[in-house]
């Protein structure tokens, strides 16, 4: 599938895709039962990750995290305390308390506990609101001192925090394959089309590609079309905003998902645990799954990348900084690495598409879109 750019008004540049980095791990443990009631509401994903935040801020100490239980179409609130005013508040607000041990607030220091102790290269970790767990990987290069070290770090965190899991792949950064961008020898693609703050058009891709080249083309050998105006990577996420080098380049809000498919993009949102999402990759095209970890933290070589997203959408090396959108056009993600492949399978983080938007001023797309939902690219 080719991503070809046309100036002006023809242009009709879709969004690709394509997977970078790494290898990771999910635990699953089981946790307190949900509790449902009749204030409980069938609520879209979306609707979800609203009341989410709005809760997590009400409830304070007591909130344990959310997720999406996309089969009932409700939401899940880990509730870490006894006090039946607070359940009470949760089933008042449409969703379902679920009595949990582990607040937020005890995940986040358990995470912060695994960075100073056990941040070395081949390890990650996520919370995973489903499980109440702070979810350790280790790849097939964590062996002898090293994973006694974090097999001990675990340990420290206390009965029911956090385990570890074995993983067959690697954690290791390229940006090969794929077939929409080009620059300094790497190849990726691009993300979502955005607005610069200055009005310019432009697009996000993963960091580990806007500091791998400044220029990028369509074509391996092919005239610059856009320039890196920001990138971050390793660090605070896995981003970057590459400007067109024609300001009169349309930048549409959409997803080629291939075969003639395009799926519009009307939104940035949040993610939550459980929502349905797609990943279009140049190199594996359309895939699908479900958000399984927020909040993930990912050692690779190159150093440690905070705030990403986990989950069990498949990729393989030349999808890195694509898409990560859902059914009704929320954009979601930027690629950033992943273990496995399409054929056995694995896990996949992202970056989160609103955080990388806050960090570089700018807004998806140049509204071209509208609320209409999703295109023929979604099926």
Not at 280 to 291: A, E, F, K, P, Q
Request: proline share 4%.
């Amino acid at each position: 599938m080719r991503h070809k750019r046309i100036p002006k008004r023809k242009a009709v540049l879709a969004v690709a895709a394509a997977t970078g980095i790494a290898t990771a791990g999910v635990l699953l443990q089981h946790a307190g039962a949900a509790q449902s009631g009749p204030e409980s509401q069938r609520i879209s994903a979306a609707s979800a990750t609203k009341l989410a935040g709005r809760l997590a801020t009400r409830l304070g100490d007591a909130y344990g995290g959310a997720y999406y239980d996309a089969d009932r179409r409700r939401l899940v609130v880990n509730v870490a305390s006894d006090d039946e005013d607070v359940t009470a508040r949760v089933r008042q607000a449409g969703a379902v308390a679920r009595s949990v041990r582990n607040s937020a607030g005890a995940l986040g220091a358990a995470g912060r506990t695994l960075a100073r102790r056990a941040g070395m290269p081949g390890t990650a970790w996520a919370t995973d609101p489903r499980t109440n767990r702070i979810l350790v990987t280790a790849d097939r290069t964590v062996t002898g001192e090293r994973w006694d070290k974090l097999e001990a770090t675990v340990a420290s965190l206390g009965t029911g925090m956090a385990r570890i899991e074995k993983s067959a792949g690697e954690f290791k950064a390229f940006a090969s394959g794929g077939d929409a961008i080009f620059g300094g020898g790497a190849r990726c693609s691009l993300g979502f089309n955005v607005t610069a703050g200055d009005g310019r058009p432009g697009f996000l891709t993963a960091g580990h590609c806007g500091v791998a080249a400044q220029k990028w083309s369509e074509d391996p050998d092919g005239a610059p079309i856009g320039t890196v105006e920001a990138a971050t990577f390793p660090g605070d996420g896995d981003f970057a905003l590459v400007t067109y080098d024609d300001p009169a380049a349309a930048a549409p809000a959409e997803v080629d998902t291939g075969n003639g498919g395009v799926t519009p993009i009307v939104r940035a949102a949040d993610a939550t645990v459980g929502l349905e999402v797609f990943r279009m990759g140049s190199t594996t095209g359309l895939r699908d799954g479900v958000v399984t970890g927020l909040d993930a933290t990912v050692n690779y070589p190159e150093g440690t990348v905070t705030g990403l997203i986990q989950t069990d959408v498949c990729a393989e090396p030349g999808d890195s900084g694509g898409s990560l959108f859902t059914r009704d056009g929320s954009a979601i993600g930027l690629t950033s690495g992943g273990s496995g492949d399409c054929t056995v399978g694995g896990e996949t983080f992202f970056q989160p598409v609103t955080t990388a938007l806050a960090a570089v001023g700018a807004e998806i797309g140049t509204g071209t879109a509208t609320e209409t939902g999703t295109g023929a690219g979604v099926e």
